[in-house]
């Protein structure tokens, strides 16, 4: 496979290891193997009715969507942790965009697999007019079909690098949520959905805000 063109989140981070060809090239395998298996494909689509999931946001309080969404639609953006260059771009992003969500009367949800300080820290990088929630175990992840297996390959590649996945997840078994972004209204009703096992293909805040207009 050949890397794809450098997506416009990409220039709002500064290079590190994750835009090495190297990582490209281990990249290339993970997204290869995840679309071989049709991962991703069973998640919510827009026209569809989004489960109404509940997890705690990262001070341990339980929030549900139907919660969530009472107060207006929803970004719920479902991410890998800050330890990836590509969630870390997507949020600068939304912090450009966060004026015009909020004049659309919508409003920020993360979903982070990471626990304790972690999720603290990705609470603190959206601010106060964005939710932070933790999908502790990867229970919500699993049960919309995005929670994928990264190979041990790749755990041991992270691990050489400096990055222990098991550290920020509490969890050993080298799991990640696929990327995913949807915009869910009344009724949890899905308006918009963004679903891409290559993680370093993002929905842009601007297609995301257009589904708001409408």
Avoid at 42 to 64: C, H, K, N, V, Y
Avoid at 73 to 102: I, K, M, N, Y
Avoid at 186 to 198: C, L
Wanted: hydrophobic fraction near 45%.
């Amino acid at each position: 496979m050949v890397a794809p063109e450098p997506h416009p989140l990409l220039s709002l981070y500064r290079p590190g290891p994750a835009v090495d060809p190297v990582w490209h090239e281990r990249a290339d395998r993970l997204v290869f193997r995840l679309a071989s298996l049709g991962c991703g494909l069973t998640a919510p689509a827009a026209g569809q009715t989004f489960p109404d999931i509940a997890l705690p946001d990262w001070r341990g309080r339980l929030t549900s969507l139907s919660t969530l969404v009472a107060d207006g639609p929803v970004v719920l953006s479902f991410h890998r942790g800050l330890w990836c260059p590509w969630c870390r771009a997507e949020l600068d992003c939304w912090e450009t965009a966060r004026p015009q969500l909020q004049q659309l009367g919508g409003r920020l949800v993360v979903v982070t697999p990471e626990v304790a300080g972690h999720a603290a820290a990705m609470a603190r990088r959206v601010g106060e007019q964005a939710s932070v929630l933790c999908d502790v175990d990867f229970g919500a992840s699993a049960g919309l079909g995005l929670a994928v297996f990264v190979g041990r390959d790749l755990v041991t590649e992270y691990a050489a690098a400096g990055l222990d996945l098991a550290h920020h997840h509490g969890a050993a078994g080298g799991m990640v949520p696929i990327p995913a972004t949807f915009v869910i209204g009344v009724g949890r009703r899905v308006r918009f959905a963004h679903v891409d096992v290559d993680f370093r293909r993002r929905a842009q805040p601007e297609l995301v805000l257009a589904s708001l207009r409408w």
